[in-house]
DNA sequence: ATTGCTGAAAGG
């Protein structure tokens, strides 16, 4: 927070290196800080990004989805993942074999062997490219690979489900499984929406060309020229395309996905359905408005970036430390606790 | 380089 920062800032020579926090090593490297200058003794370490912490080249949409229920939750999520409740492991397991079991209903899912990074994408690529004929001829597909490129971070996720509809609109549908037969809560619903809108972001920027292989390799650090591995020779030898290289794949995606005039998402869709009874809860159509996705996204990716730290969920939504499984270790909870609270902005007269 | 890194989504 605020006082740590002052603190920091008055560490003068002498003070030992090695035992600071990522905050204080930010303080470090402001531009005219004595410490920069050469021959001051302490060897500085530039402050790394959650990004560069975690390795992450890419994130997936529900990394951010996730980060809009409880950022600090997703953080610990990462970090602690055997810590999850065992309730919520069977739930979630649950609800990953409903889908499993739909998936399969659309087309069958072979196992091939990588010998490459770029072998394993041009898995995701070829998965992306085989469902552009199905579509077009009015299929429905299951389980589309999609990726792009927001505020400079690269994404990546799947859609459940993308279908022409009867009246001829290209029609995403988010199939959530709920453990309760009832419709979710509103915290729910808003990461639910926040997880399609990111999805028709990113699908409808592919389809309109915004997606260019160097973005790719860039971005996810491929090399283009890597010869792909037999069995993804042979793979994409079977969905038509005829390709030696990784680089190859790139340009046949370029040119398949924005030559073979598919549409943008025209409508948004979440069926939320109940484990147990296997029956339809609700559906609820979500409205996409960009400038919003936009903001939200540049907000989450804000903290991936290192340029804030991280948040765990305001007072009125601290009913979710309930359900949480971390709600015994967060930093977070403890800072509320103690801190007398220091809140901008005048109080609210009641 | 004081090292190296990834099935996404799964639900409250």
């Given amino acids: 927070g605020a006082e740590a920062a002052i603190q920091a800032s008055m560490a003068g020579p002498g003070s030992e290196p090695g035992e600071l926090s990522d905050s204080e090593l930010l303080l470090l490297l402001e531009p005219g800080d004595q410490a ?12 790394q990004t959650p990004l560069e912490k975690y390795y992450l080249k890419y994130l997936c949409v529900t990394d951010l989805s996730t ?3 409880c ?20 739930l979630l397991n649950t ?4 889908h499993l079991a739909r998936e399969l209903e659309v087309h069958d899912v072979v196992r091939v062997h990588v010998t490459s990074r770029e072998d394993s994408w041009a898995i995701k690529i070829l998965n992306l490219l085989s469902v552009i004929p199905e579509l077009q001829a009015g299929g429905c597909v299951r389980e589309l690979p999609v990726f792009g490129v927001i505020e400079d971070v690269f994404l990546m996720g799947i859609i459940d489900e993308l279908c022409y509809s009867a009246t001829g609109e290209l029609e995403l549908r988010e199939l959530k499984t709920r453990g309760r037969p009832f419709m979710p809560s509103g915290a729910q619903k808003k990461r639910d929406y926040f997880q ?12 309109q060309g915004k997606l260019k292989p160097d973005v790719i390799t860039s971005h996810i650090q491929l090399r283009p020229e890597q010869p792909l591995g037999s069995q993804i020779r042979e793979h994409a030898q079977k969905v038509g395309f005829t ?8 340009e046949l995606m370029y ?12 409508c948004l869709k979440i069926e939320y359905s109940h484990q147990e009874s296997n029956t339809l ?13 936009r903001e939200k996204a540049q907000h989450y990716l804000a903290y991936w970036k290192g340029q804030r730290e991280v948040q765990g969920v305001e007072i009125e939504e601290a009913w979710k430390c309930q359900s949480c499984s971390y709600s015994e270790i967060c930093d977070w909870r403890k800072k509320r606790a103690e801190g007398p609270e220091q809140r901008s902005g005048p109080k609210k007269s009641k």
Avoid at 71 to 90: A, F
């Fill in 67 to 69: 980060q809009s229920w």
């Fill in 71 to 90: 950022e600090q939750q997703m953080v610990y999520g990462r970090e602690l993942p055997q810590l999850q409740v065992p309730e919520t492991v069977v």
């Fill in 243 to 250: 390709v030696t290289c990784f680089g190859d794949l790139l």
């Fill in 95 to 98: 609800g990953k074999s409903i």
């Fill in 196 to 207: 399609v809108c990111l999805y028709k972001y990113i699908f409808d920027a592919m389809v």
């Fill in 255 to 266: 040119l398949n996905l924005t030559l073979s005039d598919i549409p943008g998402i025209d």
């Fill in 36 to 47: 920069l200058q050469p021959g001051f003794g302490v060897r500085l370490k530039r402050a």
């Fill in 281 to 293: 809860l609700g559906t609820e159509v979500v409205r996409f408005e960009e400038e919003k996705v």
